[in-house]
């Protein structure tokens, strides 16, 4: 295992060590990180007779890994509340603003964010920066209905600048469809804008078809990041 796989793993279980207990009702989000909580979540419950976690996934990868973990599987019609929430991040700033969605699970996982009563990031050390755009280049996930992609990509580069690209699949021809039926802008933004992440954020989710924006603003409470030494370095909202 590399030195960013070990780092992932660190970050995960810590975050599981210090967030998961008995009768606890987790949100599982999506991601390769998640992929060392869901083992860590299992492992724990097994070897220490832990009882009653119940585990609600964002995306049918998460599904899939809690079904094959042996875990208790949930959903929000039965467990609305959540206690917290384990997911990853393609990029954590200084303010615990995030970029998510690289792996096409934005809207779902905003969701369970929303349900939770704190969303716990887990990321390695190259997710870390100061400002957003710093290190990731991808762009900022913007899930639309597929019939208003092209003004709602005019609208974005109109009122913001920089570039909005349908994001288009690799195995398969045309753009990606998400597991709720619509396609994703990758929104390529200029690293000078003058609004705050949080005008932006509500100024994008207000053009007709935006269905969600992979800009996770004021939703974090905690960010744990496995370093390259090894070690895992915990960022707090407001850097508490």
């Given at each position: 295992m590399g030195p960013l796989e070990q780092a992932k793993k660190a970050a995960a279980y810590k975050?599981?060590?210090?967030h998961v207990k008995s009768n606890s009702i987790i949100g599982v989000g999506s991601g390769s990180t998640v992929i060392y909580a869901v083992h860590r979540i299992a492992e724990k419950v097994r070897s220490e007779n832990m009882a009653n976690v119940i585990c609600v996934p964002t995306s049918f990868q998460a599904r899939?890994?809690?079904i094959n973990s042996r875990l208790i599987l949930g959903d929000l019609d039965t467990h609305p509340k959540l206690d917290c929430v384990i997911d990853g991040a393609d990029e954590v700033d200084a303010d615990l603003?995030?970029?998510k969605g690289g792996g096409g699970c934005l809207l779902q996982e905003k969701?369970?964010?929303?349900?939770a009563n704190s969303l716990i990031i887990i990321a390695d050390?190259?997710?870390?920066?100061?400002?957003?755009?710093q290190h990731y280049k991808k762009g900022i996930p913007i899930e639309v209905v597929p019939m208003a992609?092209?003004?709602?990509?005019?609208?974005?580069?109109?009122?913001f600048g920089g570039v909005a690209e349908i994001r288009m699949a690799r195995a398969k021809a045309g753009p990606v469809i998400t597991d709720n039926g619509n396609f994703i802008l990758d929104w390529d933004f200029p690293f000078d804008l003058e609004k705050s992440w949080e005008e932006i954020h509500t100024e994008i989710k207000l053009i007709p078809g935006v269905i969600e924006i992979g800009l996770f603003v004021n939703m974090a409470h905690k960010a744990y990041f496995g370093m390259n030494d090894g070690t895992?370095?915990?960022?707090?909202?407001n850097n508490v």
């Open positions: 975050a599981v060590d210090d899939q890994l809690i603003n995030l970029i969701i369970l964010a929303s349900c050390y190259s997710k870390n920066s100061e400002k957003l755009g992609y092209v003004p709602i990509k005019r609208k974005v580069e109109d009122n895992v370095k915990e960022q707090l909202i």
